[in-house]
């Protein structure tokens, strides 16, 4: 009896042992994600097209669409901040987002023919790891930061109430991405591209703003 005890224990201590590392692997490439290759290319660049909607933003993001006949042109530069540092880390181990700083030179093409410049700064919390990105390597993304034109574009003259609208405007960014997952680096991007004086706080400009909706091509640096 004391022997075949013995032997019982032995074997599940050995079993125990060779299992192990053969376990661990199989978790590790569970929890692996296309997007942590992301880590290794921190800076990125995108050029995007966008068209204006007439209609506000809690209306562009329910799909209600009437094009303005203005057309914007941009290109950005992001970089994302190291998640094992300071606020990055803070806001990784929070809400599961990698924080990004980022950059967006504009020109915003009238229906007038006039193009109107224009740069945003702002900062950038993305969510990269989801359920699906095996099949279709994603990232979810909203953005804060400011917006300056050379002149008021002019669907904002025609959607602003009594002309109070200001050059200088506060700026929201939403953003889906897709990769193919053995090219994470390779972006197809969907952004609302949204200006607005945040009832008054901006200047006065209590309804003032403009919604474009558009399509970019990111890649990762």
Known sequence: MFSTRRACVLGLAILLLTGAPVLAQEAEARRFDPNDRLDDTPW??????????????????RFNWDYA?????GLDVAYTLPATTGVSRFFDNLLAARLQVAGKVSARAQPSGEWIPELTAYAVFRWRR??????VATTLAVGEGVSIVGSVPEVEKITTGEGKTRHFLNYLMFEATFAVPSLPYVQLVGRIHHRS?????????????????????????
């Not at 006949?69 to 042109?73: K, L, S």
């Not at 200047?203 to 558009?214: L, M």
């Open 44 to 61: 990125s660049m995108m050029a995007f097209k966008g068209w204006s909607n007439y209609h506000t933003l809690l209306r562009t993001v």
């Open 69 to 73: 006949g203005e057309d914007m042109y």
């Open 130 to 135: 989801l359920p699906w990105n095996r099949t």
């Open 197 to 221: 004086g945040v009832f008054g706080l901006f200047g006065g400009a209590t309804e003032s703003g403009s919604n474009t909706v558009g399509l970019g091509i990111r890649v990762h640096m």
